[in-house]
């Protein structure tokens, strides 16, 4: 009973998205569901997570960290900035959840003598790799979603993001301007290496080739056998590394939205109240379920790809549960000694609902 309630606990997502589907299947009659799931998105998904997870094995991520840190000792604001623009930045490329995983931990160690400092700081590191995972169609899995589910062209996707990512590089610097300065124990940041220069340089080549076929030069298929078997060449333990849950919580959902598609009554009624509202509503959504589930839900009853793209991305603000990867940075923080969760989520919901608030007034009324 113990291990369904860490389970429970440990694929929320999962769960709750395997319930969503399963509760739709009563009220629709018998049908081919795997019709339902889009293979491609998953596909894709999927091949990211493993070239990803290579960057991480090789040690790019720390090693990127390190040099960027070196040099000698410098204050808290410096440290904290530089790991803020790094999550900013490396969550464009490897996704958000992989930029938090890779530096949260860094700042935990480096912050460890500063508690006050350490939770605004890991705060700014949040609200960074989900702003800057919006820029790209792989910066998170939703994004890839969309762009193939609205069959997007890189110059429609970018007109919708690159504006309140540019917005929200200014913001967050304004934000990491006010971290405390003081002196820091650096030790943390020293020595990281890359481990593996030949098996780095393959998993560059996989992942330039998931980025072709994001945008549609090279088939799924090819791509996905390609990354399947030089992955299990270098090392077939990085197959361990994927995060079958969130491949599962896509699934589940689609089968879901696929559902309620066919539920003549209930389609009819989301799609009025999606009408002309899409970004309001996917924005507010993604507050209680997360942006990815609000994702892939409430694509289903909409045409309108930008107003789909801006609600979700900046929808991952405000609340802890609105972006999965916010949690993970909660559950690395809560690990540190003396965490103060009541603190922590004091500071979080500040500090997003003032970039939500300001970076959805922008999208709003000058990108939509």
């Not at 003598?113 to 792989?138: E, W």
């Not at 994004?143 to 990512?165: C, Q, W």
Request: proline share 3%; hydrophobic share 55%; with cysteine.
């Amino acid at each position: 009973m113990k291990g369904i309630i860490d389970f429970c606990k440990r694929e929320f997502s999962v769960v709750v998205s395997f319930l969503a589907a399963l509760i739709s299947c009563l009220f629709v009659p018998v049908t081919n569901y795997v019709d339902y799931v889009d293979t491609d998105t998953i596909g894709l998904l999927f091949c990211l997570m493993i070239a990803v997870a290579g960057f991480r094995d090789c040690g790019l991520l720390s090693f990127l960290s390190g040099k960027l840190l070196g040099g000698k000792e410098p204050g808290s604001r410096r440290t904290g900035t530089v790991l803020v623009y790094i999550t900013f930045f490396s969550a464009m490329f490897f996704t958000n959840d992989v930029a938090l995983i890779a530096f949260v931990p860094l700042t935990a160690a480096l912050f460890e003598n500063h508690p006050k400092t350490m939770i605004y700081v890991i705060t700014l590191q949040t609200a960074a790799a989900n702003l800057g995972s919006m820029l790209t169609p792989f910066g998170n899995p939703h994004n890839l979603y969309l762009y193939d589910r609205y069959k997007m062209n890189a110059g429609e996707f970018f007109s919708a993001t690159v504006p309140v990512v540019l917005l929200s590089a200014v913001l967050i610097f304004i934000l990491c301007m006010l971290i405390k300065n003081e002196p820091l124990n650096a030790d943390s940041r020293r020595g990281a290496v890359i481990r593996n220069k030949r098996y780095l340089a393959l998993y560059t080549v996989l992942f330039m080739l998931c980025l072709t076929a994001v945008f549609g030069k090279v088939g799924v298929m090819v791509t996905f056998a390609s990354v399947c078997i030089v992955a299990a060449i270098i090392d077939v333990r990085i197959f361990a590394a994927v995060d079958y849950g969130l491949l599962a919580t896509f699934a589940f959902f689609f089968i879901f939205v696929g559902n309620i598609r066919n539920i003549g009554a209930v389609s009819e009624f989301l799609t009025k109240l999606m009408d002309g509202r899409e970004m309001l509503a996917s924005a507010a959504a993604s507050q209680v379920i997360s942006n990815v589930p609000a994702a892939v839900m409430l694509s289903g009853f909409t045409e309108n790809a930008r107003a789909m793209v801006l609600g979700t991305n900046i929808g991952g603000l405000g609340t802890v549960v609105a972006s999965l990867a916010s949690l993970i940075s909660f559950r690395i923080y809560l690990e540190t000694d003396e965490a103060r969760p009541f603190r922590y989520l004091a500071v979080f919901t500040l500090v997003n609902v003032l970039l939500f608030a300001v970076t959805f007034a922008f999208a709003y009324f000058f990108v939509l």
